[in-house]
């Protein structure tokens, strides 16, 4: 495993991962096959080691977006 890839990885690097109007299967084995966790919601992937959210419409890649507090409001316990 390339560690020195997922300590020096950016919301940059995962844009060349998963290029715009990418497939959601497309995305997932790029994100195993370089070991970065993430967590799979269909049409939304979470990576928290960059803190991202991968954002998809229609099974492809519309946008990834830093995860911001504006979002901690989805992951709250209610």
Same mark, same amino acid.
């Given at each position: 495993?390339?560690?020195?890839?997922?300590s020096?990885?950016?919301?940059?690097?995962?844009a060349? %991962? /998963?290029?715009?109007n990418?497939?959601?299967?497309? /995305?997932?084995?790029q994100?195993?096959?370089?070991?970065?966790?993430?967590l =799979?919601?269909g049409? %939304?992937?979470? /990576?928290?080691d960059? =803190? /991202? %959210?991968i954002?998809?419409?229609?099974?492809?890649l519309?946008?990834?977006?830093?995860?911001?507090?504006?979002?901690s409001?989805?992951f709250?316990d =209610?």
């Amino acid at each position: 495993m390339n560690t020195n890839f997922l300590s020096a990885a950016t919301p940059v690097q995962l844009a060349q %991962l /998963c290029p715009p109007n990418s497939s959601v299967a497309t /995305c997932l084995n790029q994100l195993r096959h370089a070991h970065i966790s993430h967590l =799979n919601l269909g049409n %939304l992937i979470i /990576c928290p080691d960059f =803190n /991202c %959210l991968i954002i998809f419409k229609e099974k492809l890649l519309i946008r990834i977006e830093t995860l911001t507090s504006r979002h901690s409001g989805l992951f709250a316990d =209610n």
